[in-house]
C-alpha cells in the first residue's frame, strides 16, 4: 500500500517522498486513516516501528484544515517523557510540514533551559506544542500558555511517562483539556498502569495493536558475552578497536557508571562521551548532536538514550549493565538496527547477573549462547545456587552475598 492510499494531502505526500519513505509501515498504514477519520487511537507497535510518522503526518493534515484561534492558544498537545525526544518529535514535524500552503507553528518546550524564551515565544500560541509535563506545568503556573482550545492531545511513550512520575502533571493538565477533543496514546508496552490511564482519557477508540512482524522485524544479531565485572571496560575497548565500528551505544545503570566508563575509555585513548539526566541541557544536547554526526565514537548513557532517539544506522548496542526490566532491554537494544539497518546488540554477563539475564531471555523468548573472549574468560561465571540448609550463627561469606545480591536484583524486576 503507498502513502498516496492513505489519505494523506498531496504537501505531506511530497515530504514523504524527500524523506525517501517507500511505503508506510504497519502502525502508519493503521493509524494514519483512523486519525483522519478524527478516531481517539490508542496503539501499541515494536520500537522503530514508525510511530512518530504515524500520528504526526494525519495531525499535520487536520491542523492545516481548520482555522486558527487567535491569542495564546494551543491547538495541538504532545506530551513526551525526555527532552531529546522532544526536540527529535519537534524537527520531525517541521519537515513533514515544509510544504503546507500555510505554515504551522510548531513550539518545543521542556526544562533544564531557561523558562523566559519559551514564554515569550508562546505570546502568540503554538498550532502544535510538544511539551514535557514538568515544564508544561510550568507555563500553566506562569499563564504563559492556555489549553483551552487544545483538539488534539497525543501521548508518546505514555508507559515511560508514568515510569517517570508523571502521572500526577499527566492529571493536572488532561483536567485544563476541553473534553471535546482527539486524543491519542501511542507506546511500544502498555503496563497495567498505562492500561488505566487510557481507559480513563480515550472515547471509543481505535484499538491498534502492531505485532512485530517478520517483514518488519528489526535485523538485530544478539549476543551475551561473560566477563567478570571489573574487566568489562577492558573488554569493550577490545571490542570496538578490534571491529573498528565507527559508532557504539553503551547503556550502564547510572549517571555515575555513565561518566566513570567514558573517562576510563577517554584515558584508554578512545573517543566517549556521556549521557545522563543530570547534566545540562546544552550538554545534552550536545552529546547527543556529537553521536548523531560522528564526532564522538562512543557514548555512554542511561536509559535517558532508550526511548525514542533515532540515531540513523547505528550499528552497535552493549548493554554494559543489564536492564532492570525486560521492556527496557527492548527499548534499549532497539536503537540498532533501525530502517531496514543491521545491527548488533551485545549484553556482558558476570557472575552477578546470569540469572537476570536469563529471566530477560525469557520474557523475549530467547535462548542465547554464552560467548567467552580470548583473555576475558571469566574467574567466575556464576553464582553459585543456594545450599539446601545452612549453619546456624554462621556469617555470609562473599559467595552469599554475591547470590543474594543475584536473587535481589531478580525479584525487582517488574512482572507484566
Known amino acids: 500500500m503507498p502513502f498516496s492510499a492513505l489519505g494523506l494531502s498531496e504537501p505531506l505526500l511530497r515530504a514523504i517522498a524527500e524523506r525517501k519513505y517507500s511505503a508506510p509501515t504497519p502502525i502508519q498504514a493503521s493509524a494514519i486513516p483512523a486519525i483522519l477519520h478524527g478516531r481517539d487511537v490508542w496503539a501499541s507497535a515494536q520500537t522503530g516501528s514508525g510511530k512518530t510518522a504515524a500520528f504526526a503526518l494525519p495531525l499535520l493534515q ?21 527532552r531529546e525526544l522532544a526536540a527529535q518529535i519537534g524537527e520531525s514535524l517541521r519537515r513533514y510540514a515544509r510544504f503546507l500552503p500555510e505554515p504551522l507553528k510548531t513550539l518545543v518546550v521542556y526544562g533544564g533551559v531557561s ?19 514538568g515544564r508544561l506545568i510550568d507555563l500553566l503556573e506562569h499563564n504563559a500558555v492556555s489549553l483551552s482550545a487544545v483538539s488534539h492531545l497525543v501521548l508518546d511513550e ?51 495493536d502492531v505485532p512485530a512482524a517478520p517483514a ?5 544479531a544478539q549476543r551475551a558475552i561473560e566477563v567478570d565485572a571489573p574487566r568489562r571496560t577492558q573488554l569493550l575497548r577490545q571490542l570496538v578497536e578490534d571491529a573498528k565500528w565507527p559508532s557504539v551505544l553503551v547503556f550502564v545503570a547510572t549517571k555515575y557508571a555513565t561518566e566513570h566508563v567514558a ?38 548513557a542511561t536509559d535517558l538514550a532508550a526511548r525514542g532517539i533515532d540515531i540513523a544506522k547505528l550499528p552497535v548496542v552493549v548493554n554494559f549493565d543489564l536492564p532492570r526490566s525486560a521492556d527496557d532491554y527492548t527499548h534499549r537494544i532497539g536503537r540498532t538496527g533501525r530502517a531496514g539497518e543491521t545491527g548488533i546488540a551485545i549484553n556482558f554477563i558476570s557472575a ?39 549453619i546456624k550463627g554462621k556469617r555470609p561469606n562473599k559467595k552469599d552475598k554475591l547470590r543474594a545480591a543475584a536473587e535481589a536484583q531478580s525479584a525487582r524486576v517488574p512482572r507484566f
Open 115 to 133: 523558562i523566559n524564551p519559551q514564554m515569550m515565544a508562546l505570546g502568540g500560541g503554538a498550532d502544535v506544542l510538544v511539551a514535557t509535563p
Open 62 to 82: 487536520r491542523l492545516s484544515a481548520a482555522p486558527r484561534r487567535p491569542g495564546r492558544f494551543t491547538r495541538a498537545l504532545i506530551l513526551v517523557p525526555t
Open 352 to 390: 552477578e547477573t546470569h540469572a537476570h539475564f536469563r529471566l530477560i531471555e525469557k520474557r523475549h523468548g530467547l535462548s542465547l549462547p554464552r560467548e567467552q573472549i580470548a583473555g576475558f574468560e571469566p574467574i567466575q561465571t556464576e553464582v553459585p545456587a543456594p545450599p539446601t540448609g545452612g
Open 158 to 208: 505514555a508507559d515511560r511517562l508514568l515510569d517517570l512520575g508523571f502521572s500526577a502533571e499527566l492529571g493536572r493538565i488532561v483536567a485544563l483539556l476541553p473534553e471535546q477533543r482527539q486524543s491519542l496514546l501511542f507506546s511500544a508496552t502498555f503496563p497495567a498502569a498505562v492500561e488505566a490511564l487510557a481507559t480513563g482519557l480515550l472515547r471509543n477508540p481505535a484499538r491498534l
Open 216 to 220: 518488519t522485524q528489526p535485523d538485530i
Open 263 to 300: 573517562d576510563k575509555l577517554r584515558r584508554a585513548g578512545l573517543n566517549a562521551d556521556a549521557l545522563h539526566g543530570e547534566l545540562s541541557q546544552g550538554a545534552r544536547t550536545d552529546a547527543l548532536a556529537d553521536f548523531k554526526a560522528g564526532r564522538t565514537q562512543i557514548l555512554v
